[in-house]
């Protein structure tokens, strides 16, 4: 079984910043590419960012130059660093994980969602 929690949601004022941790933890055997999903009231679940294994990037148009994703291999972690944060970032934020359990199958795992809300 493997659980994806994430942590560092919270309220902010706009143009502030957060941090977003998602912490994989049991039986993992690899994790391919990471990423942070979001989904505002009304609107479909949108990719936000992803890193590879290696730490190749991508990011939405979105949030490119406001948004940074990192992660750390060895604690299995996956970071999400947003800065100038607008209201228009308000949502459920989610991590997503490629993983295995054992051999070269790997399933898409996600975290439960922890709520960003941008406001004065």
């Known amino acids: 079984q493997v659980q994806l929690v994430e942590s560092g949601g919270g309220l902010v004022q706009p143009g502030g910043s957060l941090r977003l941790s998602c912490a994989a933890s049991?039986?993992?055997?690899?994790?391919?590419?990471m990423g942070w999903y979001r989904q505002a009231p009304g609107k479909q679940r949108e990719l936000l960012a992803s890193i590879t294994r290696d730490g190749n990037t991508n990011y939405a148009d979105s949030v490119k130059g406001r948004f940074t994703i990192s992660r750390d291999n060895a604690k299995n972690t996956v970071y999400l660093q947003m800065n100038s944060l607008t209201p228009e970032d308000t949502a459920v934020y989610y991590c997503?994980?490629?993983?295995?359990?054992?051999?070269?199958?790997?399933?898409?795992?996600w975290g439960q969602g922890t709520q960003v809300t941008v406001s004065s």
């Open positions: 049991g039986s993992i055997f690899g994790i391919n590419a």
């Open positions: 997503n994980a490629d993983v295995s359990t054992g051999g070269t199958f790997y399933r898409a795992y």
